[in-house]
């Protein structure tokens, strides 16, 4: 009797690889443009970090084409841990600070972290899957090892899927505790005053916080502008002065439309590191451009 041809299932599988590749290739080159856009938005003069931004665009890039190009599982495996410990560098940022700088919730850095899960489950599925080579023919040349590497890791996908749900999970407690722009710097400009911090008077704001001026603004435009205005938040006015200040309060207009407080010609800003009145950790950072200084006071 003869017996009934056998359907291969080979051919959806090599589909379902090349879905993957393309996703996993196309999600790693998704996380290095957000991250190169950050990178000419600021992040290229924050010390070490700038430096650590070039180096993971080179690395997501080459790999994700590596990916593409050689379909190895290797390379997928690479990409699936680069991914994973970009993500790892954003939320150690957020909880504890990276060489000095300690990040804030923003819409990039959300994108990023999800793109970032998004591209570990692609290439780590890839990787730990099927190849797709059929594992039965490899068996039946005799080399049953290199079959059973062929065949996948077993109960790849449920550990996989573990791991990104955990991911998603650390990321969106991280992100929901991180301070953002909004949260933390509302302060009006009505009734500028002055304030003594480390033997030096400087102008702060109607609730305290340290007032900083940018080394790269003119008396008539702010240059700090997109995420540098997210760790910079400028001081919006209109602006009155209180007891103790002698110099010229002014405004400008900023790109956006609203109206930016200045003091001698200096558009004003606080900064999100100091998180209380009294502080002034900004001043003399050299970061998102160019050098900042805390507002002195005229005499």
Not at 161 to 166: K, L, T
Not at 196 to 203: F, K, M, S, Y
Not at 219 to 244: D, I, Q, R
């Amino acid at each position: 009797m003869a017996q009934p041809p056998k359907v291969s299932i080979w051919p959806s599988r090599w589909f379902h690889r090349v879905g993957l590749r393309l996703a996993g290739a196309g999600l790693l080159t998704a996380t290095g443009a957000i991250h190169f856009d950050l990178y000419l938005t600021g992040y290229r003069s924050i010390p070490t970090i700038g430096w650590l931004f070039l180096l993971q665009m080179s690395a997501v890039f080459s790999v994700a084409a590596a990916v593409l190009v050689t379909r190895s599982r290797m390379a997928a495996a690479v990409g699936a841990a680069l991914a994973l410990a970009t993500l790892a560098a954003y939320l150690w940022s957020v909880w504890a600070g990276l060489f000095g700088f300690k990040e804030i919730r923003s819409t990039a850095g959300i994108v990023a972290g999800v793109v970032e899960v998004a591209a570990f489950a692609a290439l780590a599925a890839l990787a730990a899957g099927p190849a797709v080579e059929d594992p039965a023919g490899q068996a039946a040349s005799g080399n049953r090892l290199r079959a059973k590497l062929q065949a996948g890791v077993p109960g790849a996908s449920r550990a996989v899927a573990g791991v990104a749900v955990a991911a998603l999970v650390v990321f969106g407690i991280s992100v929901a505790r991180a301070p953002g722009p909004a949260r933390v710097h509302a302060h009006s400009a009505a009734g500028v005053k002055t304030a003594t911090i480390g033997g030096v008077q400087v102008l702060v704001s109607p609730s305290g916080f340290t007032l900083y001026w940018f080394g790269r603004d003119t008396p008539t435009m702010s240059n700090c502008t997109g995420v540098c205005a997210g760790y910079w938040p400028p001081l919006t006015g209109p602006a009155s002065a209180g007891p103790g200040v002698r110099g010229k309060l002014g405004t400008i207009k900023r790109a956006n439309g609203t109206t930016q407080v200045t003091y001698e010609g200096h558009p004003l800003y606080t900064y999100y590191g100091d998180t209380a009145p009294g502080q002034a950790f900004g001043n003399l950072l050299n970061i998102n451009g160019g050098l900042w200084h805390e507002m002195t006071v005229a005499t």
